[in-house]
């Protein structure tokens, strides 16, 4: 994303072309961004060659999966809707890991039918209705163990998973526990202890610390895993706020582990490689004033963009077509649901706006257009992929006959 002349371009297409072809609120994405995320990720982990799983909850639009797919990665699952997909996408089953605390029976079913690579479970009872089901089926099931290693991610605590009191995963007692239950099982196969400790998290430390946590476990267990599932949770740029995290000493921590334990990383990044990677267009209905405040009633709301109101997540919002007069005073921009809480950034200036202008909400890639609901009965913005010149829709817009 550039701006040429100030104007705004998603690689060589010019937003203002996008806005007149395909409307607003909009998802727009930067095909070539997502490629080289995804080839940085793997430049910066070269050393240990990890399997990279692509967190499908951060993003299901299947083109983007059948993209990433071409670039070799994975997926990582959290729903049989996910597992479908993915396949559906064409990503290789042997590629493909399942997470989650609550995975019912069908979803287990399906999953052992599918061949994945892991069934990454998390309680007690959960691994013993996977042996169950393997038995009848008179199969070995590939499983990982999560550990719940009892860190404090320092991220939003609302997307912190790694802490005791956290519903995930298995505490370092249950942990073992487990292995001794099952480790010599005609049907299970312990392959992988798997962690993630949460989301956007921009410090390596907190990373070290689990990794000496489950260094301690797997030499307390005794036991050979052939895989480390270290989860996703590397954190992105949102603002001149946010720390850049330091992929290599994390890769060079990771490769101190690696000395002592002999086993495939898997990592399952969501955010850090398609977050940056999208926009949101939008475009001003009103402007309100008030002596302190501009009201900047945006097009775009709640319901298709929720991390602001669900997280209090700070986005940057910027013009579409820039210019240099500064107004110094608060603005809000909102959007046009009846919530209060439907608000995107509170900001002491910015260019002078007019009615009718465009803006681009900004890293929406992740956690955005999944996250988004027919709230107040909105129909849900298309999803518009870029490549170079082209642009391309990858999800119609939601039409109101479709939803009444
Ligand atoms: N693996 C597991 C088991 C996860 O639970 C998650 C995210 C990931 C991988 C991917 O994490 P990432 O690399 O994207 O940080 N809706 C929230 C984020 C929730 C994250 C849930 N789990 C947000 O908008 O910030």
């Keep these: 994303m550039n701006y040429r002349n100030n104007n705004l371009y998603v690689e060589n297409v010019s937003v203002q072309k996008i806005i007149k072809k395909f409307g ?14 995804i080839r940085n990720y793997k430049k910066n982990f070269r050393s240990i060659n990890p399997l990279l799983c692509f ?3 951060s993003n299901s639009n299947i083109q983007i999966l059948k993209e990433i797919k071409k670039m070799g990665v994975g997926a990582d699952v959290v729903s049989k809707g996910e597992l479908l997909l993915s396949l559906k996408a064409g990503i290789n089953s042997k590629k493909i890991v399942f997470s989650g605390v609550g995975k019912s029976q069908d979803e287990i079913k399906f999953a052992i039918n599918k061949n994945i690579l892991l069934i990454n479970a998390e309680s007690e009872s959960e691994i013993d209705l996977i042996e169950k089901i393997a038995k009848v089926k008179n199969k070995k099931i590939n499983i990982g163990i999560r550990l719940n290693p009892n ?22 007692k249950n942990f073992l526990k487990i292995i001794k239950k099952y480790k010599s099982s005609n049907n299970l196969n312990i392959k992988c202890l798997s962690v993630h400790i949460g989301s956007q998290i921009t410090s390596y430390k907190p990373y070290e610390k689990m990794l000496k946590v489950i260094s301690s476990v797997i030499k307390k267990s005794n036991y050979n895993f052939d895989f480390i599932d270290l989860g996703g949770g590397i954190g992105i740029k949102y603002n001149n706020d946010t720390k ?16 002592d334990h002999k086993s495939k990383i898997i990592f399952e990044p969501g955010r850090s490689i398609i977050g940056d990677a999208a926009l949101l267009l939008t475009k001003v209905i009103y402007i309100k004033k008030t ?14 963009f929720m991390r602001p109101a669900l ?38 200036k910015f260019q002078t706006l007019n009615e009718g202008d465009c803006l681009a909400i900004c890293d929406v890639g992740a956690y955005g257009m999944v ?8 129909t849900k913005p298309p999803e518009i992929l870029i490549n170079n010149s082209l642009s391309k829709v990858i999800k119609k817009r939601q039409k109101l006959i479709n939803i009444i």
């Design 244 to 259: 850049i995290f330091n992929y290599y000493k994390y890769n060079s921590i990771i490769k101190k582990f690696l000395t």
């Design 371 to 378: 996250l988004s609901s027919n709230y107040n009965l909105r």
């Design 151 to 172: 860190i404090d991610s320092k991220s939003i605590r609302k997307i912190s998973t790694g802490n005791r009191d956290d519903k995930f995963g298995l505490t370092e």
């Design 24 to 37: 607003t609120p909009s998802y727009c994405y930067s095909l070539n961004k997502i490629k080289s995320n």
């Design 55 to 57: 967190a499908v909850k």
């Design 311 to 348: 997280y209090g997540a700070v986005h940057k919002i910027i013009s579409i077509n820039k210019n240099k007069k500064i107004i110094k005073k608060n603005h809000e921009f909102v959007g046009p649901i009846c919530e209060t809480t439907d608000k995107f950034l509170s900001i002491s």
């Design 291 to 304: 002596n302190k405040i501009n009201f900047v009633i945006l097009d775009a709301a709640m319901n298709d």
